[in-house]
């Protein structure tokens, strides 16, 4: 279950809450934090809700539930021990389309109650949806010692300057810089130091000497394989600050989520053959936006300096005098190498390791074959799918062993991690064996041949069982053709 995040304005308002006891309670005390006029039905109450109802914060009815009390409320909350009361009240309330909670029954609601770090005016509420509420609550506890109190004092801050601010800064980019300097500079500092006077007056001063035009500038994100979890801080931190985000076709939806939510998203992604956005329309597409006084992401997957152009592009911003920094990833041969359980060196297999591209026939006409076929090495070969019957070909004519092991790994890092495990003489129609796709990663020498044992990650490996000469690798178009590997094989080799 998806749920909608929402913060209710009660004050005023309406609510009913089913229950005398200690449960229903705390949500009474929730609810008259947020001003609701609260109407508590049950047959008795708790002390402390009886001395509510006496002192008039609460209305009290102690007589049997009727439905058409709901006509008159915004919210039901049901906090009983009688599930047949709870399915009756909660049927009633979808009913007329109030939303209600049914305490410690996510299927009867309609809402649910967070856990809640309060620092007011700001208000972190954390959800599991009904499915872990222990987990929301060690969270809860967990914000709590992170945030500091002196939050809400500088969201009220941040709230008496704001027409002011709009006014001064009337572009995006210059209201948001001035919004990182209230937040991150020495008017948070003061007020963590309890002196407000002080944090007004350096506020002031801020909002009266920062330029108002806020300067363009790109940031080079190594966005890894998949994985948002493989992340830095740094690239976090980059994607919150985007207003806009350049994206790789590869960039995982996981990563894309993190970055700000209304920052412009704009796919960029080149994939053989078929060249959605030209490496000078990339270029032009920087220069616009910076030059426009954005913050731009250029969001790469993997590494933005290993076969990601990102020495171009960087090329590009220094000619044009627009202003850029790189933050590195984790490239696609160390992390799906890792997921895979490959060690890319190991004292007894391998001393070296070898990045190459292998995306087009062109590129491998410039490889150094006899350097590569050499043994003891291991050789991480990007964007290779569809030339691996080459690639397979060339190097069992320079010398590699056709046993050399492999570990073929499309989609590494990701749920849907697949990995299939061979000789070099079964790489080709292994792969189709198999329906490989991309993306994948393919990792060849001895050090492959530890996936089977070492994998830890996904499922356990596949195996390539067809043996291949040197044919080439077409990745099959449509979900029959995955069905059917075999058939698909039998074709290629007809044809």
Partial sequence: MKLYPLFADLSQRAVLVLGGGAVAERKVAALLAAQALVTVNAPALSPRLRRWADQGLIAYRPQAFQPDWLDAVWLLVAATSDQA?????????????????????????????????????????????????????????????????SLGALATLAA?????????FPEMAGRRGFYEHLFAGPVATLLRQGRPNAAWAAAEQALASMPIAGSGSVVLVGAGPGDPGLLTLRAL???????????????????????????????????????????????????????????VVRLKGGDSFVFGRGGEELECLRRHGIAYEVVPGITAAVACA???GVPLTHREHAQSVR??????????????????????????V????????????????????ATTPFALIENGTRAEQRVVTGTLAKLADGALEHAVCSPALLILGEVAALASSLAWFGEPPLTATVESASAPLACRPSNDAVKAPRTLLAAIHQA
């Fill in 85 to 149: 009361m709870n399915r009756e009240v909660a049927a009633a309330a979808m009913r007329r389309r109030i939303f209600a909670n049914v305490v410690d029954d996510a299927a009867l609601s309609s809402f649910h109650v967070p856990a809640v770090v309060d620092r007011s005016p700001l208000t972190i509420a954390i959800s599991s949806g009904g499915a872990a509420p222990m987990l929301a609550r060690l969270l809860r506890e967990r914000l709590e010692t992170a945030l500091d109190e």
């Fill in 160 to 168: 008496k300057l704001r027409k002011r601010i709009r006014l001064r």
């Fill in 237 to 295: 931190r980059a994607l919150n600050e985007a207003d806009v985000v350049l994206h790789d076709r590869l960039v995982s939806a996981g990563v894309l989520e993190l970055a700000r939510r209304d920052a412009q998203r704009i796919e960029v992604g080149k994939q053989a053959g078929h060249h959605h956005t030209t490496q000078d329309g990339i270029h032009a597409l920087l220069l616009a936006h910076a030059r426009a006084g954005k913050r």
């Fill in 338 to 340: 890792a997921y895979a």
């Fill in 355 to 380: 990045f190459v591209t292998a995306h087009c026939r062109s590129s491998l006409d410039t490889l150094d074959w006899a350097a590569l076929a050499q043994e003891r090495q291991t050789l991480a």
């Fill in 382 to 401: 990007y964007m290779g799918v569809a030339e691996l019957g080459t690639l397979q070909a060339r190097l069992i004519a320079h010398g590699r062993a």
